[in-house]
C-alpha cells in the first residue's frame, strides 16, 4: 500500500444520500464496507464528518443566534453524524471508535492525541467529532489540523464529483477537470471552492498533501490508498 495512515474527510450532505436531512443508513453501509477494503491491509483510517446535513453554522447565525452557538450547532451535528456512523461501522463488522472534542462524556470519549493512538494502534477506524471543538473552524480546517496531529500521509476529502474543476462542473459545460494542482493555486483561484482557504491555507503552511476524489465510485478509496492517480491531488 502507498500509505500507511490517512485521514478521510466526509461531507455531512453524503451522509444524508438520498434523503434531505439526516443519515442514510444505507449510505453508512456504503462507507463501511468500502473503508473496510483500506483497513483490511493495515492502513490506518482516521475520519471527519462534516454537519451540514443537520446544521450548517454559518448559515443559522443571525436572527438572534450567535456565530459562537451556530457553530458550537454545528459541532453536535457532526457529532450526532459520528455516533450514527459508529454504530452501522461496528454493526458491519468495521471495528471503530467514536472520539469528540467538545465535551460530551456520556456520548463519546473525549479526544486526546494518546487516546487516539491508542484506537489507531489497535487497527479501528478512528471516528473523530466535534471538528477543532472551537467556533470559526470548519469541519474542513479541522481535518488537515487533525490530519497533522495524528501523522496522517494524505487527507482525502470525498466530495459530488470526481474531483477539482477550473470552474463549477455544475453550472459550467466547459469545465476541465484538474489531475494536479498546487496549494498556493488552490488558496488563489476564487472559483476553487472544494476546501475552505483556512484548511488549505494550514496545509500548505504545513506541507500537507490533499486528494479530493469521488467516493460514490466503487473501489475508488481502495485504489487510491493503493497509490493510483484518481481525482485531484492538492500539494
Same mark, same amino acid.
Given at each position: 500500500m502507498a500509505y500507511k495512515r490517512i485521514l478521510l474527510k466526509l461531507s455531512g450532505e453524503q451522509l444524508a444520500g438520498s434523503h434531505q436531512f439526516g443519515v442514510d443508513p444505507e449510505v453508512a453501509k456504503y462507507l463501511a464496507a468500502e473503508i473496510k477494503k483500506v483497513t483490511d491491509t493495515d492502513c490506518r483510517v482516521v475520519i471527519i464528518a462534516g454537519g451540514g446535513n443537520m446544521v450548517r453554522g454559518a448559515e443559522v447565525a443571525g436572527n438572534g443566534i450567535r456565530r459562537v452557538t451556530a457553530d458550537q450547532m454545528g459541532m453536535l451535528s457532526g457529532l450526532m453524524n459520528a455516533m450514527a456512523l459508529n454504530d452501522i461501522f461496528e454493526s458491519q463488522g468495521l471495528q471503530s471508535r467514536c472520539v469528540s472534542n467538545i465535551y460530551a462524556t456520556q456520548l463519546a470519549e473525549s479526544y486526546s492525541y494518546r487516546l487516539a493512538e491508542k484506537h489507531l494502534e489497535r487497527g479501528r477506524v478512528l471516528i473523530i467529532a466535534g471538528g477543532s471543538g472551537r467556533p470559526y473552524v470548519t469541519h474542513d480546517t479541522a481535518a488537515v489540523m487533525l490530519g497533522l496531529e495524528l501523522d496522517c500521509e494524505m487527507v482525502f476529502k470525498s466530495t459530488k464529483v470526481d474531483g477539482v474543476y477550473d470552474k463549477?462542473?455544475?453550472? %459550467?459545460?466547459?469545465?476541465?477537470?484538474?489531475?494536479?494542482?498546487?496549494?498556493?493555486?488552490?488558496?488563489? &483561484?476564487?472559483?476553487?471552492?472544494?476546501?475552505?482557504?483556512?484548511?488549505?491555507?494550514?496545509?500548505?503552511?504545513?506541507?500537507?498533501?490533499?486528494?479530493?476524489f469521488n467516493l460514490d465510485t466503487?473501489? &475508488? %478509496?481502495?485504489?487510491?490508498?493503493?497509490?493510483?492517480?484518481?481525482?485531484?491531488?492538492?500539494?
Open positions: 463549477d462542473p455544475a453550472k %459550467f459545460d466547459d469545465a476541465v477537470k484538474l489531475d494536479h494542482i498546487t496549494l498556493q493555486q488552490a488558496i488563489e &483561484n476564487p472559483s476553487i471552492k472544494v476546501m475552505d482557504k483556512a484548511a488549505l491555507g494550514l496545509a500548505a503552511e504545513q506541507g500537507m498533501k490533499i486528494t479530493v466503487p473501489g &475508488n %478509496f481502495m485504489r487510491l490508498v493503493a497509490g493510483e492517480a484518481i481525482g485531484t491531488v492538492i500539494s
